[in-house]
């Protein structure tokens, strides 16, 4: 019987991000900082599962072009959470391009991460969490990062990676049951989400 699938909690409605969002477009600077707490641990969680070393520049440089180009974005908390992911993704990309490296390390070189049995929870180290996300193939790694560090709806995550909805469901749920084999356990979701950012 294969792993227990997990729906991520994706905010519908998020009062506090819509409101912070309208207000930032208005260009109030504590707005803006609100905004930054509220999408930065989901972003760079996404980060330091795709890129690993480099997280926090890249991080910064989307966010410059996200400030420069936030007056002219329309849409909701939810779509702004997707078009941050989009400009996040798109520097990562551009990283990865430049050192010219595979996202993932050789596997004998990646520290191991014991199996657990606990019933409740994972709790991972970031380090342990990143290790385990590079032995996935970057593909099923991003579409696992961004339905649950940045809480992306599956149709969002196909905008963002630019790939059919079907084709990201089967790369969350191929890399949803490889997670839960190397973890040795089913809480993917709290145990990923956690380790790398995102707020609870």
Do not use: K
């Not at 409101?19 to 330091?48: I, N, S, V």
């Not at 790369?171 to 995102?198: F, K, N």
């Amino acid at each position: 019987m294969g792993p227990r699938r997990h729906a991520p909690r994706v905010p519908a409605n998020d009062p506090e991000l819509n409101t912070a969002l309208t207000q930032a477009q208005c260009g109030d600077e504590t707005a803006f900082a609100a905004l930054h707490r509220l999408l930065q641990p989901g972003l760079l969680g996404y980060l330091h599962g795709i890129v690993g070393e480099g997280a926090e520049d890249i991080a910064a440089a989307a966010w410059r072009e996200i400030a420069r180009d936030l007056p002219r974005f329309r849409g909701d908390g939810q779509g702004l959470r997707g078009w941050t992911a989009s400009i996040t993704r798109r520097h990562a990309l551009q990283h990865l391009r430049r050192r010219d490296a595979s996202v993932r390390s050789a596997e004998g070189d990646l520290p191991e991460v014991a199996a657990t049995s606990a019933p409740a929870r994972v709790m991972l180290s970031a380090e342990s969490a990143r290790a385990v996300l590079a032995r996935l193939p970057r593909p099923q790694a991003e579409a696992v990062l961004l339905r649950h560090a940045i809480l992306l709806d599956e149709r969002a995550v196909a905008r963002v990676m630019r790939r059919p909805r079907p084709v990201v469901r089967v790369l969350t749920r191929r890399g949803m049951g490889s997670l839960a084999r190397l973890l040795g356990s089913e809480e993917v979701p709290h145990a990923v989400a956690r380790s790398l950012g995102e707020p609870r």
